[in-house]
């Protein structure tokens, strides 16, 4: 009894290093970014809540909150259509081509986002491979406007996020029980009734935890939403760094990035709360 307390003690001071570094570099700027959002002027002389009904009373300023949660959750959707299937393949895979396509998985993850993200320039843009493409088989006479628009944001931040979907996936369809399927199959229910009934509920942890990583991660996607979106289409994240480098209005930039903040957390706490309910943890 006494060696499991002093094992309790050391425990703890090996978690005060993770607790300082919290502290200084996640507590504490969000903390200031807070403060500095609490005042009215940009000189930051005057202390109320003037910058958050500047934003909220502004038809432009929730249109572009709007259009950054509605392009997060565009992602999550694609994500889930593309990234389940790749998913489901893995587990079906030997080990040796398993790892082939783990591989292909995590390969994105080893470039910077900002190459990834001018991959789809080159292959978007005016003279870029899919124009070219269309252009020399015939089929188009002038080339497509591909690039700046909604549907290329979209697409670039759904295939850049893809992995945080896929990996989560993988970790929750390889920890199903084959028996279970087997026992599905056995007891008359075909391959589909068994996914439906058994796999797919099985995986919604998984499901869950890649929809707000990819959630999280495309409302945040400042360099590919501005170099795709041609910085024609203004999210949060670029109004953000309009407000800040370009006006100097700092008191405002907080504003934004804490309305973001809250938004981002607010809709992730739902979508957890209402899968953990529906796999029964919560009651009442």
């Given amino acids: 009894m006494l060696s499991n307390s002093v094992q309790l003690k050391r425990d703890k001071w090996l978690v005060l290093p993770l607790l300082v570094f919290f502290a200084l570099f996640v507590a504490a700027p969000l903390a200031l970014m807070a403060g500095i959002s609490l005042f009215s002027d940009t000189a930051m002389t005057q202390v ?10 502004d038809s432009f ?38 790892t082939v396509l783990l591989f292909a ?105 890649g929809s707000i990583l990819v959630f999280a991660a495309s409302a945040s996607a400042l360099v590919t939403q501005t170099l795709v979106g041609g910085g024609r289409m203004i999210f949060m994240p670029f109004y953000i760094y309009q407000q800040a480098i370009q006006s100097q209005n700092y008191p405002f930039a907080a504003t934004v990035a804490v309305i973001l903040l809250v938004s981002v957390l607010s809709i992730v706490a739902l979508v957890n709360f209402l899968g953990r309910r529906s796999a029964g943890f919560v009651h009442g």
């Fill in 61 to 98: 300023n929730r249109g572009i909150l709007f259009e950054t949660l509605t392009l997060a959750a565009s992602a999550v959707v694609i994500s889930i259509l593309i990234g389940y299937p790749v998913a489901y393949l893995y587990t079906l895979l030997s080990r040796r081509w398993q």
């Fill in 105 to 209: 998985i995590l390969l994105p993850l080893l470039t910077s986002s900002v190459v990834r993200t001018f991959s789809w320039v080159v292959i978007l843009g005016r003279e870029g491979l899919i124009n070219q493409f269309l252009l020399s088989l015939g089929w188009i006479a002038v080339p497509l406007k591909l690039l700046y628009t909604p549907g290329a944001v979209m697409l670039a931040v759904s295939q850049i996020e893809m992995p945080m979907m896929i990996l989560p996936l993988i970790a929750a369809l390889s920890g199903i029980d084959p028996q279970l399927k087997d026992a599905s199959i056995a007891l008359g229910a075909g391959r589909w009734r068994t996914f439906l009934k058994v796999t797919f509920p099985l995986s919604i942890p998984g499901l869950l935890a």
């Fill in 48 to 57: 109320g809540g003037a910058q958050y009904a500047k934003f909220v009373l």
